[in-house]
């Protein structure tokens, strides 16, 4: 168990739909990292949080927007919802998040997204 | 633009032999991180091993090593006394800042069968 939190842990939802995915990170972590797994683009980074902060952005589409809470956990919310969408979501953890690459990330164990 | 590339889409030993999975990364930078991550049935994503680039000594970690060679910017991960339990998909990813961040960029993944 990697401490990292993530519900739910499967998701169903129609074309167009809003769906809104969460993640509370390990005890004393203050970076949150979201990525997308898919068949077709393998690991994708999506967007970095550090104590409530965008600190770095990857290919996250626009309809596609996050949020770090002062109790530190993070939100990811996907809108208009397309096929193309359906992938696994994962949500990682680091304790800090700039000054230096050799931070750890711990992984939650994702929310499988289903867009029909 | 940093790539990471895995040359070998999928790969199989048998249960106690060794086996090695390579990974090519393309950078500019002269200090950075590399990490390998394992991914099973589960779907977890779960930290192997980590490398500094700054460091010669190749990194360990019980039956797993690295063979890091700068110059060549390869990062190969050797699997020793190979385990059921080993099979999985294995990700060779790279560490850099991004804006005022970090970000993981991770190769396509090498999927390792442990035949008994």
């Known amino acids: 168990d990697s401490g990292v939190t993530q519900t739910p842990k499967h998701l169903i939802t129609a074309t167009g739909q809003r769906v809104t995915l969460r993640c509370s990170p390990r005890?004393?972590?203050?970076?949150v990292y979201w990525y997308q797994q898919s068949l077709d683009q393998g690991l994708q980074f999506l967007i970095q949080y550090y104590n409530g902060e965008e600190r770095a952005k990857g290919n996250i589409l626009e309809r596609f927007s996050a949020q770090q809470f002062p109790d530190l956990h993070s939100e990811l919310n996907l809108s208009s919802l397309e096929l193309g969408d359906s992938a696994l979501y994962f949500c990682?953890?680091?304790?800090?998040?700039?000054?230096?690459?050799?931070?750890?990330?711990?992984f939650g164990s994702g929310t499988q997204l289903s867009v029909l | 633009a940093q790539t990471v590339t895995q040359s070998q889409p999928e790969m199989s030993v048998q249960e106690a032999e060794t086996v090695t999975l390579s990974c090519t990364y393309d950078t500019s930078e002269s200090n950075y991180y590399l990490f390998w991550y394992k991914q099973p049935p589960s779907r977890q994503m779960i930290l192997v091993i980590r490398?500094?680039?700054?460091?010669?000594q190749n990194a360990t970690e019980n039956r797993f090593s690295v063979n890091f060679q700068k110059a060549a910017k390869s990062f190969s991960l050797k699997i020793s006394d190979s385990q059921l339990g080993d099979t999985a998909m294995y990700f060779c990813?790279?560490?850099?800042?991004?804006?005022?961040?970090?970000?993981?960029?991770f190769g396509g993944g090498t999927r390792l069968m442990v035949k008994p």
């Open positions: 490398q500094e680039a700054y460091k010669q």
């Open positions: 990682a953890s680091s304790v800090g998040g700039q000054a230096s690459t050799n931070e750890k990330l711990f």
């Open positions: 005890s004393g972590d203050l970076s």
């Open positions: 990813a790279f560490m850099k800042h991004v804006n005022a961040g970090n970000m993981l960029t």
